[in-house]
């Protein structure tokens, strides 16, 4: 990933083929000690692995993709689990197009950069922690607890 500008707690990175836009997201946000933050990203990508998630059943149906497609819209926050604050989580939601002009989206698990791909990262002060709510299978925000 390159680091293109940092202003204002906004940084401006470029992922190029064939780096995986979520795994780079987490190697620059430990690099940079962010623990807090959110990101959008546009461009191409060559891969891409999408998911539903089904709130009854607490599973991931989850889709693979090996085709060229446009990012039309990606966005996320970025967070440290609870129970292992040393581990980045980078939670993504994206939409995309194939060459059809067809779209389609969901949760973003992997997405390996085809062309390029553009992203401003925003960093927040402090520490967001999501911790484990059995109630949905899911690690969330905790609203609960004060970010540091």
């Not at 990933?1 to 997201?25: C, F, G, W």
């Not at 998911?51 to 967070?79: A, C, H, P």
Request: glycine share 8%; proline share 3%.
């Amino acid at each position: 990933m390159k680091y293109i500008l940092n202003s204002n707690h906004t940084s401006i990175l470029r992922a190029d083929p064939p780096e995986d836009v979520i795994d780079q997201l987490k190697v620059f946000c430990s690099e940079h000690n962010i623990h807090a933050g959110t990101f959008s990203v546009i461009g191409a990508v060559k891969e891409l692995q999408l998911g539903w998630y089904d709130t009854d059943t607490k599973r991931y149906t989850k889709k693979d993709f090996r085709q060229k497609l446009e990012v039309t819209g990606m966005l996320g926050n970025i967070s440290v689990r609870e129970d292992d604050p040393k581990e980045i989580i980078v939670h993504a939601h994206g939409t995309f197009s194939d060459e059809t002009m067809g779209v389609f989206g969901g949760h973003v698990f992997r997405a390996v950069v085809g062309g390029a791909c553009e992203i401003a990262l925003t960093q927040l002060e402090g520490v967001v922690r999501k911790k484990y709510f059995d109630s949905i299978g899911l690690y969330l925000m905790d609203p609960e607890r004060e970010s540091e």
